[in-house]
């Protein structure tokens, strides 16, 4: 299996595929994230931000932003160890943003208000996966679950 980390999607079908409705959600959006070093504006503007910090400004604006398009952030953690599986380098960070569907989150990564805060991503990830999942039917009446799907569906 290769793993490669992107910014941005580089295979059309992806980009065309996030347009598309997609399963029944709510869905949980996995990111995996890669940090730089020092932060790196494309602006090329001066700072002595870390490739963390910079994240950080796009991930306070993101998580004001998830809600107007019906999702919530849900989790967040440093990667600290892989237990099992092999990869070459760690990712640094995860978190996890559910969505009430894939165009929930496609309208909102696609808004101007997300272009306007991405500059922070761009400038402090060095890479990413996101991973699309859904909830198997026979879990859905956990009672954790039903409280989020509750909550994402209005």
């Known amino acids: 299996m290769q793993v490669i980390n992107e910014l ?10 996030m347009a598309e409705p997609g399963p029944k959600g709510p869905v949980f959006m996995i ?8 932060a790196e504006y494309e602006d ?10 910079a994240y950080q400004l796009y991930g306070a604006g993101v ?8 999702g919530r952030f849900f989790f967040m953690a440093d990667v ?17 943003a559910v969505y009430p569907d894939r165009n929930s989150l ?9 272009q306007a805060i991405s500059v922070h991503r761009a400038a402090g990830l060095k890479g990413q996966l996101n991973i ?4 198997p039917d026979q879990i859905k009446a956990l ?7 509750k909550e994402v569906s209005g």
């Open 63 to 70: 998580a004001g932003l998830i809600p107007e398009y019906g």
């Open 143 to 149: 009672p954790w679950l039903d409280m989020v799907f």
């Open 8 to 17: 941005v999607p580089s295979n059309p079908e992806q980009m065309a595929q």
């Open 31 to 38: 990111n995996l994230l890669k940090f730089k070093d020092k």
């Open 106 to 114: 496609f309208r909102m990564s696609t808004s101007p208000e997300w």
């Open 132 to 135: 699309e999942t859904v909830v």
């Open 44 to 53: 090329g503007r001066e700072t002595d931000l870390t490739g963390r910090e």
């Open 80 to 96: 600290t160890f892989l237990s099992l599986g092999q990869v070459e380098e760690l990712w640094d960070e995860i978190a996890i």
